[in-house]
């Protein structure tokens, strides 16, 4: 039996709904998690909320192009960077130039072929497994956590943390140096939507903190918390 590939949370940018129907027509018939957003304001704003694995971004939006939403996504360091596939009408070499220039991954030009698609985001979702069986254990100075056993060495001794803490730490360590919002990670380890109280975070990296010491996991005041490599 061939190995089940989990589909990622892909956000779908385009000012056509009729692009976007028929996109979420298509992917939802392949079992992805889709988003919408409708310019490129929006979808930097979305990116923030929901986190995606995965942006299918149209090029020529009013307000901020496609290109310019690009650029802001990947100079947001708060932001856990998705892969960002341009679909564009436009096959001048320039705007092509421009996209990767931007920070995008890909490109499929348009009109939009469903079975080449499908195609093309399952290379990309087993190249996003690939990474991440690649990161099943992650070591960083004295610590190490291990996704396999859900379990954490730090200084030689093995440890088995609650839930919650464990993906919190899975999260800031698996991005060492990047700074997560309150937003970001509210939505990722607890799911958007939950309802938690304000403190929920704070009383979890206190946690968390006592058990590592407060070299590894910083407060960036008015912003969030990153994973500090020593």
């Not at 930097?44 to 995965?54: A, C, G, H, N």
């Not at 919190?168 to 700074?179: C, I």
């Not at 938690?196 to 590592?212: F, N, P, Q, S």
């Amino acid at each position: 039996m061939g190995k089940h590939i989990i589909k990622p949370t892909i956000l779908i940018v385009d000012d056509e709904k009729d692009i976007r129907d028929f996109l979420q027509y298509n992917l939802e018939k392949e079992e992805y998690n889709v988003f919408f957003a409708k310019d490129g304001e929006e979808a930097v704003e979305m990116t923030k909320k929901v986190s995606p694995s995965l942006i299918l971004m149209d090029v020529m939006m009013p307000e901020i192009d496609g290109i310019e939403a690009c650029r802001k996504i990947r100079n947001d360091l708060t932001i856990l960077q998705p892969i960002i596939i341009f679909l564009t009408a436009r096959s001048e070499d320039y705007s092509q130039i421009a996209a990767f220039d931007a920070g995008a991954d890909d490109y499929i030009s348009k009109p939009i072929r469903p079975r080449l698609l499908i195609k093309r985001l399952e290379a990309v979702v087993r190249r996003i497994q690939k990474k991440e069986e690649s990161q099943i254990v992650s070591i960083i100075g004295d610590l190490s956590i291990d996704r396999n056993r859900f379990s954490i060495h730090f200084k030689g001794e093995e440890m088995y943390i609650p839930k919650k803490e464990f993906q919190l730490l899975e999260l800031l360590m698996g991005k060492p140096g990047r700074v997560f919002n309150r937003d970001q990670i509210l939505n990722i380890v607890w799911g958007d939507g939950a309802i938690v109280g304000e403190r929920t975070i704070d009383v979890h990296i206190r946690k968390l903190r006592e058990k590592l010491g407060n070299n590894y996991i910083r407060t960036i005041k008015g912003v969030g918390y990153t994973f500090s490599e020593q």
